[in-house]
């Protein structure tokens, strides 16, 4: 039985010559017996090559957005945790109080009402809490590389800045009809969000191209991720759902538009260093801006607790607790 069985499974890789009827090795595309080609093994190897140089390409790409973006995050934790006016040990669980993340740039409804403009960026890169910070950074280290590596650098940090900006707007149209304006809101989630809904159209605009593999992470294989945390969002109370629709819905459009970048077919341009030059100007001048506007909720001289600053009235809501930022 098992010399049968070995036999089938030797067999497999053989194929019958159409031209002498002999069995030759599936893999190469000459018989080995009358040296006659065959067409349909010929496309079989070439398509293998071709998929080989993808993967080849695509896994060599390099990836310093992904990078900078995880980098940048983190320090802007680092700094808030430095001028909190909480204790280290509640830092990690309900991170820097409000007033820390209003003047480090986290989104607000009132502000945006008062003309702060910048807080549709600034929120982008700011995280409420450890957890907060360490949930994000995992899922956008799981997506991030992938996206640029598709994508390239310049028009990775276009979609990623693009989708934040989204699910900021999302959220601030999600909290139009709250009676509390002025609770801070924060996170990557939009932007991450955002790339969940590129992969999620790249995988049916571009299926003729890609290998299986791609095929199946891509495409369908997002949705199961995408319903699980938005059902999280919706179950959990201070998780804000807006913030991620509107990341994902910006994300989805921008997949129409923008062509990917076909690995190994990458090359410096002027207008791909352009929009990296513009994007990151964006995000400088959205934190030059709230750090002028910064001294308003971060005096020179540290209170001596905690609550004197959260005693201001616009910034003390009634039956505000701790944990009600919301979090994206």
């Not at 341009?269 to 801006?289: D, E, P, Q």
């Not at 910034?315 to 505000?320: A, I, K, M, S």
């Amino acid at each position: 039985m098992n010399y049968e069985d070995n036999d089938i499974s030797t067999a497999r890789h053989f194929r019958a010559c159409q031209q002498c009827g002999q069995l030759t090795p599936a893999e190469s595309p000459e018989c080995a017996h009358c040296g006659a080609r065959s067409l349909l093994s010929v496309a079989d190897v070439t398509q293998a090559r071709s998929e080989e140089r993808f993967i080849r390409a695509f896994l060599a790409r390099a990836t310093p957005v992904t990078y900078a973006i995880f980098g940048f995050n983190l320090a802007v934790f680092l700094l808030m945790s430095l001028l909190t006016v909480y204790p280290l040990e509640r830092q990690l669980v309900y991170g820097a109080d409000p007033l820390t993340l209003v003047a480090f740039g986290a989104k607000t409804n009132a502000l945006l009402h008062q003309g702060e403009w910048f807080r549709l960026v600034t929120p982008i890169f700011i995280h409420i809490g450890l957890m907060h910070l360490a949930s994000n950074s995992y899922v956008f280290w799981m997506i991030g590389p992938t996206v640029e590596r598709l994508y390239g650098s310049a028009r990775f940090l276009l979609i990623y800045l693009l989708s934040g900006i989204g699910g900021v707007v999302g959220s601030y149209f999600g909290h139009l009809s709250s009676l509390d304006p002025t609770i801070p809101g924060a996170g990557a989630s939009g932007a991450i969000f955002g790339l969940c809904g590129v992969l999620l159209v790249f995988g049916y605009k571009y299926r003729a191209d890609l290998p299986p593999v791609f095929r199946r992470a891509f495409g369908a294989g997002v949705l199961p991720m995408i319903a699980i945390n938005l059902l999280i969002g919706y179950l959990v109370p201070f998780i804000d759902n807006s913030a991620h629709v509107g990341g994902l819905m910006t994300g989805i459009v921008l997949a129409l538009l923008i062509p990917y970048v076909r690995p190994g077919q990458e090359r410096v341009t002027n207008s791909g260093l352009a929009v990296l030059a513009v994007c990151v100007a964006i995000v400088a001048y959205s934190f030059m801006r709230a750090y002028q506007q910064g001294g308003k909720y971060l005096p020179r001289t540290r209170p001596a607790r905690a609550v004197t600053q959260l005693e201001r009235p616009e910034f003390r809501p009634e039956g505000w607790v701790p944990n009600s930022s919301a979090t994206k």
